[in-house]
């Protein structure tokens, strides 16, 4: 029994902010920024648009695309780190309006790594029979999280959601695999410390900025680089692959020099290395589902194909994860 992948969908933000925008309200440069991340242009979503206004129609996307409906799914996930409400989960409300009838639900936290703790697991649940179907969701609303007179930050991220469709099948296709890792003690490089029990919202956690993204952008991408392709090898060889077999290469969307760095290290060719980066920047834990999405919808993702994800966030968290389509 394997967890397939058997349908895809995405839902971004309307507004768009390129980054000649950017020049306007923070002291950077179109230049600097693509230069330096690759990033182009990022969707932000509106003040009154909140992290389900993007998941649930990337659900209903997903289902559509899967030819299932929500009265299906056995379990919903949603990875986020900017959930609607702390409590109830977001994954609650996507479960509502999907029709998902009594299906477990529950949002799970791991930054940009949370698309692929989604997919592991749900894997486990299908592949030991306790569920026949699921849904996983990485979703973020970012914009609201940035000091955006940090111009190290505020250039780098954008809103949306990417969704699959997971049904168990037996057979060859579906995930082959995945692998995932944490470590604490560099919780720090990326953190944004108000919001929970320990620097809880006011107006002293305002003042001193507590409620934005903090990142430490050197030390960051050097383990970045490292953890995405040992995680990539180990995932590889745990699947019994090698890098010549992958035909999709999908990392996490968090900067293009990393991307292109890992990419040298696994020898992987720059044209089966899937990039979006530069129309919407970093999503966290978005970027690979809403890639993904884009793939399979172009019809770029043939039977038999296989896929490489990995990804590395806050936390720190990283991971990877391997489909044969």
């Known amino acids: 029994m394997r967890a397939r992948i058997v349908g895809t969908g995405r839902a971004v933000p309307e507004k768009i902010l390129t980054n ?3 020049e306007k309200i923070v002291e950077t440069s179109d230049e600097w920024i693509t230069t330096r991340t690759g990033i182009k242009r990022r969707h932000i979503a509106a003040a009154d648009e909140a992290l389900s206004s993007f998941a649930i129609p990337a659900t ?50 791991a930054a940009c790594t949370g698309f692929i703790y989604g997919l592991s697991i749900a894997q486990q649940f299908i592949e030991n029979r ?13 914009s609201k999280f940035v000091d955006w007179s940090d111009r190290g930050t505020c250039v780098l991220f954008g ?15 579906g995930l082959l695999g995945t692998v995932i890792h944490a470590d604490g003690s560099l919780g720090e490089l990326i953190h944004r410390p108000g919001g929970g029990s320990r620097y809880p919202p006011s107006c002293d956690s305002d003042e001193r900025n507590l409620n934005f993204i ?42 293009l020099r990393i991307i292109d760095a890992v990419g040298q290290r696994l020898d992987i060719p720059e044209d089966r290395i899937y990039v979006n980066i530069q129309e919407y ?9 809403i890639a993904l999405d884009e793939l399979n919808r ?10 490489l994800f990995s990804a590395f966030g806050a936390g720190l968290t990283w991971g990877a994860g391997v489909v044969r389509w």
Do not use: Y
Not at 159 to 173: P, S, T
Not at 281 to 289: D, E, F, H, L, V
């Open 130 to 142: 306790s569920i026949g179907s699921a849904v996983v969701i990485g979703g973020e609303i970012l």
């Open 60 to 109: 209903m996307n997903a289902l559509e695309s899967a030819g299932m409906a929500g009265s299906e799914i056995d379990m919903v996930i949603c990875a986020t780190v900017t959930p609607d409400t702390t409590f109830p989960a977001t994954s609650t409300q996507i479960q509502d309006r999907i029709g998902a009838d009594s299906a477990a639900a529950f949002d799970i936290s």
């Open 159 to 173: 809103d949306g959601a990417g969704a699959v469709v997971l049904r168990g099948e037996e057979g060859e296709h």
């Open 214 to 255: 903090q990142m430490r952008g050197n030390e960051t991408f050097k383990v970045a680089v490292r953890s995405l392709a040992e995680v990539s090898n180990e995932m590889l060889e745990k699947a019994g692959l090698r890098p010549t077999d992958v035909r999709w290469f999908i990392p996490h969307q968090a900067n």
């Open 281 to 289: 920047g970093n999503t966290s834990a978005a970027s690979i589902p």
């Open 20 to 22: 000649q925008d950017l």
């Open 298 to 307: 172009d019809g770029r993702i043939d039977a038999g194909d296989v896929v």
